[in-house]
């Protein structure tokens, strides 16, 4: 135990102290081996965040847009220069994986697609449509 | 011993919920709710498959053009009312997907609330700041 008992009843841990004497997680990361849908679960988590910043971006290049001016000039030239382009193409690239991954959600959903095979085409769509969608974007750019 | 609490609710009450009383008013057991969640998530989804595409469809069909060209898009109220209802429901979107991110990996005390409203917040910020300057486009330019 890593906490120590006290002979007299102590007041119940507040949230603070709870993670201070949390247990240890059962690893997993570190431990089990890599599986696809596993990586292609965590990555359309993180693409949905990276588009939630995205988006704000996003809104604020059509402010840029809408003012005009000095500003909009800056950023419309930088997203034309080779950096700007790599956030475009990462940013298509994250867009359709989102796009993908949720796809192969929703067939879940529906309550296909959850044996072995169906699970190996679905996740192996997902994981390489988007990059081909997105070098043919790059590519036409 | 002190005074018993009198459990006052009716047979049918109790038989329905067997949760003891101290687990009963810190209100663990099944939450009760979420389903809305998970329904309004996979609407919004569906919504965004159409109006994502078109939206990256039209800007990647213009993304050579000038400033003129891009008001002169804002200025046909389709295009306009396309990119409005696609900014107002990606918003919905993303404030769904990050409100369950929040709830996986924040649970200290002030910190978990404080993380839910920032994240209504921000949603509603880019909301309203798309649809402005979106209005901007459309009436100006």
């Known amino acids: 135990m890593a906490k120590k008992a006290k002979p007299q009843a102590a007041a119940p841990p507040q949230p603070s102290q709870r993670v201070r004497h949390a247990r240890p997680l059962s690893p997993h990361i570190q431990i089990y081996r890599w599986t696809l849908p596993m990586a292609l679960s965590i990555l359309h988590r993180a693409s949905g965040m990276a588009l939630y910043g995205g988006m704000a971006l996003f809104v604020g290049f059509l402010w840029l847009l809408a003012d005009g001016g000095g500003a909009y000039r800056l950023a419309d030239g930088w997203l034309r220069s080779p950096l700007g382009e790599w956030l475009l193409v990462l940013f298509v690239w994250a867009l359709l994986h989102h796009l993908c991954g949720g796809l192969r959600h929703f067939v879940w959903d529906l309550g296909y697609g959850y044996g072995p095979r169906a699970t190996s085409w679905l996740s192996w769509l997902s994981a390489l449509l988007p990059i081909a969608g997105a070098a043919l974007l790059w590519a036409e750019a | ?141």
């Not at chain 2, 997907?97 to 990996?105: A, C, R, T």
Request: glycine residues 10%; positive net charge; hydrophobic residues 55%.
């Open chain 2, 1 to 141: 011993m002190m005074g018993s609490a009198q459990d006052l609710r009716s047979d049918a009450a109790r038989a329905h919920d067997l949760r003891s009383d101290a687990a009963r008013a810190q209100g663990l057991g099944a939450a009760g709710h979420g389903s809305g969640h998970f329904w309004l998530q996979r609407v919004s989804a569906v919504a965004n498959i159409p109006l994502v595409l078109a939206l990256l469809i039209a800007c990647f069909v213009h993304r050579d053009a000038a400033r003129a060209e891009w008001l002169a898009l804002f200025r046909s109220p389709f295009f306009a009312l396309l990119t409005m209802v696609a900014i107002g429901n990606i918003c919905w979107h993303m404030r769904l997907g990050l409100q369950v991110v929040i709830e996986d990996y924040v649970h200290t005390g002030w910190r978990k609330g404080a993380g839910l409203m920032a994240n209504d917040f921000a949603a509603a910020l880019i909301a309203v700041g798309g649809l402005w300057a979106v209005l901007r486009l459309f009436l100006g330019g």
